[in-house]
């Protein structure tokens, strides 16, 4: 009888409802590249959520731009409704995702506040890079670029300050004892400056930083990290084991 309930259950309207309520079809739209996406990709990835990965060149991107409402990519698409702002897409993403049984973005608001934090942090280090594009194309544009990682740098002081963080977490990890959102932020973006992806930075940049170098060699030797990005090339090669 409790076998009868239980089929009963699974295939009532309210439960088939509400599963697909929790589970939406998820797409994502961007470039061939890392960039501000990453974060949500590898949330989902880690996560076991399926997802379409949908890739735009430049080409593509410029007869689907005047169609989208901010003008600006990422984008995703959850059951065919349209979100923007790659930090809001991360953070949803990891809300949507868990790893080891445990979530990736914590339902304690003091964990979850020291997440937001190192990942608010992250991202401040992409202001010099959004600097740089008003600064001229070429040599100019690219010496900025390198200032801006070196000793005194803006972003080198962001690095800094991230550096330490990760330093005196004895587990290694971005914020507290387990995978978050925080070391998707961490893992994924940082690693940008030495993928080539951007002229003027140097591949050595996060060289005198020691602890987030460990913290990408310990995320990227996970396991369902290590096998989704050993298939990868390009740009993506920065985060192989």
Known sequence: LQFLYFIDLVFSPFFLIHFLRKMPSVKL??????????????????GGVPFEDEILTGESWGK?????????????????????????????????????????????????????????????????????????????REAFRAASVAEGGDAFKWLTFIDELIGKNPSGFAVGDHLTLADAAVFAWPNIFRSGQFDGYPT?????????????????NI??????????????????A
Not at 29 to 42: M, Q, S
Not at 92 to 106: I, Q
Not at 204 to 220: R, V
Not at 230 to 237: C, R, T
């Open 223 to 240: 396991p369902v990290v290590k096998a989704h990005y050993a298939k990868k090339e390009g740009v993506f090669s920065v985060y192989k």
């Open 29 to 46: 739209t961007y470039f061939d590249i890392a960039g501000r996406l990453e974060p949500t990709r590898f949330c989902l990835m880690v």
């Open 204 to 220: 050595d940049c996060l060289a005198p930083f020691k602890n987030i170098t460990a913290h990408t060699k310990k995320i990227a």
């Open 64 to 140: 689907m731009k005047p169609t989208v409402a901010p003008k600006q990519l990422p984008l995703m698409e959850l059951d065919g409704v349209q979100v923007s702002q790659s930090v809001a897409m991360a953070r949803w993403a990891a809300k949507k995702s868990s790893f080891e049984g445990k979530p990736l973005y914590p339902e304690c608001p003091l964990a979850a506040l020291r997440v937001d934090e190192m990942v608010d942090m992250v991202g401040e280090v992409f202001g010099p890079l959004i600097k740089s594009f008003g600064v001229p194309e070429g040599a100019e």
